[in-house]
């Protein structure tokens, strides 16, 4: 499957509508997911809990991820993220309100791919997410995907 997917963690509902109108405003029409907290981006991203059936090889282009959430924040799904083979090269934009430089020198000390402060202005935003779709889903050459077993005689 060759879609580009986007996976939007975002626990705040008006800074999820205001991203998902911001990506729909760009005519970035690629499939997104949006998923409420860390552990719920986890669980999609490995295939586990609520979705143990969905084909964890199939991964996002792209996750946009947020820090500040309930149950599992955003810098630890990043490193946990980064600890798996599965999904170490995954790339990772923290897309956050935070604008403590603690958070800034953690994500990149987790290998984050870039950090992007949401901006107030829906105009600025909106210019922000332009410049996110047209880099990562147009000009980013992403790692090779890792190809499925041959299934099992």
Do not use: C
């Not at 029409?29 to 719920?40: A, C, K, L, P």
């Not at 909106?126 to 889903?137: K, N, P, R």
């Not at 147009?138 to 090779?144: G, T």
């Amino acid at each position: 499957m060759d879609d580009k997917i986007i996976l939007l963690v975002e626990d705040n509902p008006d800074d999820e509508e205001l991203t998902l109108r911001a990506l729909k405003k760009n005519n970035i029409t690629n499939e997104i997911v949006v998923m409420h907290d860390g552990q719920e981006a986890l669980d999609y991203l490995f295939g586990a809990g609520p979705f143990a059936d969905r084909d964890a090889r199939i991964q996002p282009q792209v996750i946009l991820l947020d820090i500040n959430m309930p149950k599992v924040n955003g810098l630890d799904v990043l490193a946990r993220l980064r600890a798996d083979p599965r999904t170490s090269l995954l790339p990772v934009v923290m897309l956050t309100s935070s604008a403590e430089e603690r958070d800034l020198v953690a994500a990149y000390l987790n290998h984050a791919n870039s950090y992007i402060r949401k901006p107030v202005d829906f105009d600025q935003f909106t210019h922000a997410v332009q410049q996110l779709g047209l880099y990562w889903l147009v000009l980013n050459q992403p790692p090779p995907r890792p190809t499925p077993a041959p299934p099992a005689d």
